[in-house]
C-alpha cells in the first residue's frame, strides 16, 4: 500500500515563496494521479491542483493558476508543490492525495483514496 507524506509547510510572508514535497514509499506510486489539496479552519478542503501518471497533464484550481505549479519526479516517488505570490487566504493544511482508480484527472477531494497526514502552511501579512 502507498503511502504519503507531505513537507515543507512553514510560517511565511505574504508575497513569498515555498515549495512543498509529497513522497510516496511503494512501487505503484508512478501510476496515480496526484492532487494537492487545502483545508483552512472552518472551511471544506479544497481542490489546489493535480498531475497526472506521467507528468504530461496538470490541472489547477483558478485561485491558485500562474502561482502554483505542480510537479513530480517518479524515480524519487515525489510531487512538488511550487507556491510563489503567496497570499493571506492561502493559509491551510496542505495534503497531497493519490487517486488510484481513475486515469483522468479529478478535482473532487471524495474522488482520491489515499491520503498523506498534511503539513501547515501560514502566510502572514
Known amino acids: 500500500q502507498v503511502q504519503l507524506v507531505e513537507s515543507g509547510g512553514r510560517w511565511v510572508q505574504a508575497g513569498g515563496s515555498l515549495r512543498l514535497s509529497c513522497a510516496a514509499s511503494g512501487r505503484t506510486f508512478s501510476s496515480y494521479n496526484v492532487g494537492w489539496f487545502r483545508q483552512a479552519p472552518g472551511k471544506e478542503r479544497e481542490f489546489v491542483a493535480a498531475?497526472?501518471?506521467?507528468?504530461?497533464?496538470?490541472r489547477y484550481a483558478d485561485s491558485v493558476k500562474g502561482r502554483f505549479t505542480i510537479s513530480r519526479d517518479n524515480a524519487k516517488n515525489t510531487v512538488y508543490l511550487q507556491m510563489n505570490s503567496l497570499k493571506s487566504e492561502d493559509t491551510a493544511v496542505y495534503y497531497c492525495?493519490?487517486?488510484?482508480?481513475?486515469?483522468?484527472?479529478?478535482?473532487?477531494?471524495?474522488?482520491?483514496?489515499?491520503w498523506g497526514q498534511g503539513t501547515q502552511v501560514t502566510v502572514s501579512s
Open positions: 492525495a493519490a487517486d488510484t482508480v481513475i486515469l483522468t484527472i479529478r478535482t473532487g477531494a471524495d474522488e482520491y483514496d489515499l
Open positions: 498531475i497526472s501518471r506521467s507528468g504530461s497533464r496538470t
